[in-house]
Structure formats: structure tokens, C-alpha cells
């Protein structure tokens, strides 16, 4: 399949595959020149890379599938790896395997370095449908970051504070939990916006949701 240069694809991968039952999983991180041979080693011992008859032929043998999904950004020097099996997979008995539905995977923000996990969304189960959210640190981290844009006392910094702050929630990637949590930071700016700067000064921006997510073929 090969990585993905993309956030949102790679949550979406690893939400699919989830879904699909997919739910045993580890991950690590890896220096950008080491990807190919990471790929090439999970491939030979937990054949990741199968196509679909030799994936029929091992469900139909009880021996399971796994799914290797990377996420190597644009001039990042590392890239972030999720090995996602099922319940019947034989990476059981040699990795250190945890279960999504009881311990949560996560995306990290894209520029860390390997002693930084900076975790920024976290999948869920939410009404009884797996999404993304923010962790509970990104979501205290916007409201900081809002409240602070709102209370700037130079009406010029303040305005571009909001603007600037309104169009990274736009850009958030538009998974269900995630849109709701930017439902929330939306109705903070505003009521908080109201509350300090009262009816004389009008938002200088129109928040909107981030849209949703569009689908991404994976093969």
C-alpha cells in the first residue's frame, strides 16, 4: 500500500480497518530511511502486503490478516506506524499487542521527533460508531488559544488572532468526533466573544465546521 503523506488518510486507513475488526494493534515510530525496510519486514512476517486471495485463502485457514499502515508526512524526517490485526492473527504471540477497544489509538501531531509523542486525536467509539476526536489536551489547547485571541487588547491583534484561529479549525480533518469537538470550540469563540467584546464589536470572521472527510481509496 505504501505511506501515506496524508493525516486524514491515515486515520481513515486505520478507522476502516478498525471497523472491519482489525482491532489488535502496536505502533512505533522510524527514521524516514528505514520505512521500506520496516514495510518489507512486517510483509514477510505477517504478510501485510497480501492481496485479496491470499487474505481469503488465510481467513478460510484461520490463520488471520494484518494491515500495516504508515504515515510519512513531507519533509519529516520520521514516519508513525500502526500494525492492525485481528483476533486470529499469529502477531499475537509476538508483539505487543493492545486491543482498540480497550486501549485507544492515536495520531500524533506530524512534527514530533522519536522522545516528543505529541498525541492530537485519539479513536473512539461514539453512539456505538468508531470516529476520531481530539485528546483531551488539543481540546484545552484551542480553548486557551481562543480565549487569549478574544482578550488581546490591540483590536488589530485581536482580529487576526480570531481570523487566524478560525481558519485552523476549518482545516481540522473532518471526522465525526472531530467536527463535534470543533462544534464546541465554535460556541466557546462566540459566547465568549459576546460576553467580553458585547454587541459593538461584530466577530471579525464566520467559523464553519471543518467539512467531512472525503473517502480515500486504499486498494
Not at 130 to 143: D, F
Not at 182 to 192: F, P, Q, T, V
Request: net charge positive; aromatic share 10%.
Amino acid at each position: 500500500m505504501g505511506s501515506m503523506r496524508y493525516k486524514s488518510a491515515a486515520m481513515q486507513r486505520i478507522q476502516d480497518l478498525v471497523l472491519r475488526g482489525y482491532v489488535r494493534w502496536t505502533s512505533g515510530v522510524v527514521p524516514r530511511e528505514k520505512v521500506a525496510r520496516l514495510e518489507a519486514k512486517f510483509d514477510a512476517r505477517y504478510s501485510t502486503s497480501a492481496d485479496r486471495n491470499e487474505r481469503r485463502r488465510r481467513r478460510r485457514h484461520g490463520a488471520g490478516n494484518g494491515f500495516l499502515v504508515v504515515y510519512l508526512p513531507s519533509r519529516q524526517p520520521y514516519a508513525v506506524w500502526w500494525l492492525l490485526v485481528d483476533d486470529d492473527h499469529p502477531a499475537q504471540h509476538y508483539e505487543d499487542l493492545q486491543d482498540a477497544r480497550l486501549t485507544r489509538i492515536s495520531m500524533p501531531n506530524p512534527y514530533w521527533c522519536p522522545e516528543q509523542w505529541r498525541e492530537d486525536y485519539e479513536l473512539v467509539r461514539l453512539d456505538n460508531r468508531w470516529t476520531w476526536r481530539m485528546v483531551a489536551e488539543r481540546r484545552e489547547e484551542w480553548q486557551a488559544r481562543l480565549r487569549a485571541a478574544v482578550r488581546q487588547h490591540d483590536r488589530d491583534s485581536r482580529h487576526l488572532q480570531v481570523r487566524q484561529a478560525v481558519y485552523s479549525l476549518r482545516k481540522l480533518p473532518g471526522f465525526r468526533g472531530v467536527r463535534q469537538d470543533a462544534h464546541g470550540l465554535i460556541r466557546l469563540l462566540k459566547s465568549d466573544w459576546k460576553r467580553v467584546r458585547h454587541k459593538g464589536e461584530p466577530l471579525p470572521a464566520t467559523p464553519r465546521l471543518p467539512p467531512y472527510v472525503r473517502r480515500v481509496p486504499h486498494g
